[in-house]
């Protein structure tokens, strides 16, 4: 069974370490739609995706949030990654498989999954 | 229409994150004695009116501006009535609401419970200012997960934090893997 002094090890293990991150310092904004249309398409295991890179990449400055309807509800689960420098790419139609690719190709190294855009897949 | 249960429980859940609630409690409690599984999610948000109480399972009514359908409440009462449940929802404006949903165990168009950690798991993350309470009883045995007592172990660390993320997935699939043995 997972106890709370199991918690309390892993805090007291993290303030041991320097350099924890502080509000406001994210270098990049994942934001995953989260109302009925997309959790109906499938948004939350893509979510959870999102937060296992996160996990796995050790990623301390990158935030995986989540919003309500953005209005494009026949493209859900849509993704949005907003850069440091305010610049946003939409993401659509996305599952979990596709969330790997994201995050090593653009949140990691910058470059935009063109493929997967709302610019190639609008109709 | 959700394939899940849980998937209605976040949808549900997510209209309590925007009612502004700091306080959310989600319970599943599943009786097969009793053939009844009753799931509860109740909030401290800012609550409805009596009008919009009485639209609140109406199709086409809803609060959002992106759109003129609102289909969570609906979808939510209907899988419940679909095995010979109900839904009843109480609000108080400035006080909270609370939903409560009943279901037949045996009847056979009962929607799945589903993936309900990922769920919590994913509210909890999305909404790390917030608090949860999910309470998972089954039979006469729970899990119980109480972020306010994971913030006061954490102090300033925050509650979407990745490694604390990954305990928290860990603690709810390792507990109720216990709690489905416990059977």
């Known amino acids: 069974m997972k106890t709370l002094a199991e918690l309390q090890a892993l805090r007291d293990d993290m303030k041991a370490q320097v350099g924890v991150r502080r509000e406001g310092q994210y270098r990049m904004r994942v934001v995953v739609g989260m109302a009925t249309c997309g959790i109906a398409a499938g948004a939350r295991p893509v979510l959870a995706a999102c937060t296992e890179e996160l996990e796995k990449r050790k990623l301390t400055d990158v935030i995986v949030a989540q919003t309500g309807c953005i209005g494009i509800c026949q493209y859900e689960p849509v993704v949005e990654v907003f850069d440091a420098d305010g610049s946003k790419t939409t993401y659509v139609h996305v599952t979990p498989d596709k969330v790997p690719k994201i995050f090593a190709q653009h949140i990691v190294n910058g470059s935009p999954v063109v493929e997967y855009t709302i610019g190639a897949n609008a109709k | ?30 009786q097969p004695v009793n053939d009844l599984m009753t799931i509860t999610i109740s909030d401290n ?9 009485k639209k609140v399972s109406d199709p086409f009514y809803t609060t959002r501006t992106t759109r003129s359908v609102g289909l969570g409440i609906p ?47 994913v509210l909890i993350h999305g909404n790390p200012d917030m608090d949860f309470v999910f309470t998972h ?14 913030r006061r172990i954490l102090g300033d660390i925050p509650l979407n934090d990745p490694k604390v993320s990954s305990f928290i997935r860990e603690f709810l699939d390792e507990n109720t893997r216990e709690l489905l043995q416990a059977q």
């Open chain 2, 137 to 150: 009883r089954l039979g006469g045995s729970e899990l119980v997960l109480d972020t306010r007592s994971f």
């Open chain 2, 1 to 30: 229409m959700m394939q899940e249960l849980s998937m209605n429980i976040l949808d549900v859940a997510e209209n309590s994150v925007r009612a502004g609630a700091s306080l959310v409690e989600i319970t599943v409690d599943r």
């Open chain 2, 75 to 121: 979808f939510f009462r209907m899988a419940a009535e679909l095995t010979g449940g109900k839904l009843e929802i109480s609000s108080t404006q400035g006080v909270g609401t609370l939903i409560k949903a009943s279901f037949v165990l045996s009847s056979i168009d009962l929607m799945p419970l589903g993936n309900i950690n990922e769920t919590i798991f």
């Open chain 2, 45 to 53: 948000g800012c609550g409805m009116s009596p009008e919009q109480l």
